[in-house]
């Protein structure tokens, strides 16, 4: 049996601003996103950037690459941005607790829900 968290729950909307397509924003001004930097809070992953206008995926579940010493913990667990593009597990009082439903340590993967 084969297990799949691809689309679930997918919410997305369209915002001014820029990002890079499968990397994670942050809301810099009014209606606008910009890429995060490290130890940034996200509030999306960036699904299409073109003319100045971002859609990113706000809800839902995502699979984005992590990086840092060590792998974030399935359940609950605090993330922010890794300034790459991924994630990154956070320390306690940073970042934003998500559900961590499935994490590849071969790939270096998370999927979470936003």
């Known amino acids: 049996m084969s297990v799949s ?11 001014l601003g820029s990002g890079t397509e499968g990397q994670v924003v942050k809301v810099s001004s009014a209606s606008t996103v910009a890429p995060c930097a490290a130890g940034d ?3 999306g ?9 971002c859609t990113v995926q706000v809800a839902g579940f995502v699979t984005l690459p992590y990086s840092g010493d060590a792998a974030p913990a399935v359940g609950y667990a605090m993330l922010s941005a890794d300034g790459e593009g991924g994630v990154t597990a956070a320390e306690a009082n940073a970042g934003r607790e ?3 439903a499935d994490v590849d340590t071969a790939a270096e993967t998370v999927t979470i829900l936003l």
């Open 98 to 100: 998500f559900l961590v």
């Open 45 to 53: 992953v960036a699904v299409c950037a073109k003319d100045g206008a």
């Open 5 to 15: 968290f691809h689309g679930i729950g997918q919410v997305c909307a369209t915002f």
């Open 41 to 43: 809070d996200f509030c």
